[in-house]
């Protein structure tokens, strides 16, 4: 074997040039055939040894995450932060000519989140034949109404996101459709989005979110939607959101607690987990669940620091107020350290290294009372979680 003090200085003289199939015939070894260990690396790149001789390793930003370059295919079967993926002899390969380099230091961490990734999201592949149902559409589940809106230029040849957005109390599927504001940047953005009607309580259609304000199975009456939409429309069930407001805001919190199986985050408005429902220890997700919440600081209809409501006859409910409300799903999902502030926007704050690489989140309207937020600003949190 060569000593590394001569084999430096011979490729020391000669940096600079054009390297060809790989960076070591111009230094006048020849590549690695079999081996891919890197025993030595040096500025010209990583080197092997073949039959007691030092080759060169075909190097690339795939190298530092643990995986070969790609020596015979081109065609990119994935692209992520890292780069362009191809696939050769059943493996994950690195494409060069994206001019990334991820730096070793984070080899290690980056190694373990790639591996689990990729996978999913080659199989993440949803059959569109066959799923008929291409425009604005009343469903009828558990005998109540869905409507479903689909986004301008929806085909059907590929699968979208769907938003299920849930109303207020006293308020409808055809009431809040046009209300939404979480709904019309999700619309806008390509996603299928379904209001659901609440069933009707003591106090108009509402939804049972524990101690208040329905006694329907709205759980069951969410996955039934699911099943049912995902069978007739081509919706990536990976990518299934819930939003809503003041009680539908309630509903996607509960959401969190019993539909995270299907559900992948949701961006409640003006609500929070019911008080009763945590301290029983009946939310219980089967996941890490991304979630980030709006509440106003002036809310006078579910205030903003939590308390009793006995608004609806026979139904009292216990907020848990916006900041008991993060603190709850910053545990359950094992957040850890403080959180960011003014993250994703003003007046924001998002634990951001949580279980599973999920968020969670509150925006505090300062002096804003029971309204949505923004709902631009909830889509653009959602859409970033898959299942
Ligand atoms: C769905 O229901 C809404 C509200 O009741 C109605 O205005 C609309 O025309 C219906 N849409 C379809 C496609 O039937």
Known sequence: MR?????????????????????????????????????????????????????GLNSCWANALGYPCCTSTTQVVFTDNDGNWGVE??????????????????TTIKKTTTTTQKPQQTQNVVDCSGKTLKSNTNLTINGRKVIVKFPNGYKGDKAVPLLI???????????????????????????????MDGAQ???????????????????????????????????????????????????????????????????????DLAKEIVDSGKCKPSRPFPILNFRGTSDNVVMYNGGLSQVVPGKPITFMGAKNNLKEWAKMNGCTGSPKSNTPGNNCEMYENCNGGVKVGLCTINGGGHSEGDGKMGWDFLKQFTL
């Open 89 to 106: 002899n059943n493996d994950w390969c690195g494409l060069t000519n994206n001019g990334q380099q991820v730096s070793k230091t984070t």
């Open 3 to 55: 000593s590394y003090a001569l084999l430096s200085l011979v490729a020391s003289a000669l940096t600079g040039k054009v390297l060809a199939d790989c960076f070591s015939t111009k230094l006048g070894y020849p590549c690695c055939t079999s081996t891919t260990q890197v025993v030595y690396t040096d500025n010209d790149g990583n080197w092997g040894v073949e039959n007691n001789d030092w080759c």
């Open 201 to 271: 309580g003591p106090m108009g259609q509402a939804w049972n979110v524990g101690p208040c304000c329905t006694d329907a199975d709205d759980v069951t009456y969410t996955r039934n939607f699911i099943k049912e939409i995902t069978q007739k429309a081509c919706v990536d069930p990976k990518r299934i959101y819930a939003a809503g407001f003041s009680m539908g805001g309630g509903m996607s919190n509960y959401a969190g607690c019993y539909l995270s199986d299907v559900i992948a985050a949701a961006a409640p408005s003006a609500f």
């Open 165 to 195: 957005n849930y109303h207020p109390i006293m308020g409808s599927a055809s009431q809040w459709e046009g209300g939404s504001q979480t709904a019309k940047a999700a619309l806008n953005d390509g996603a299928i989005v379904a209001f």
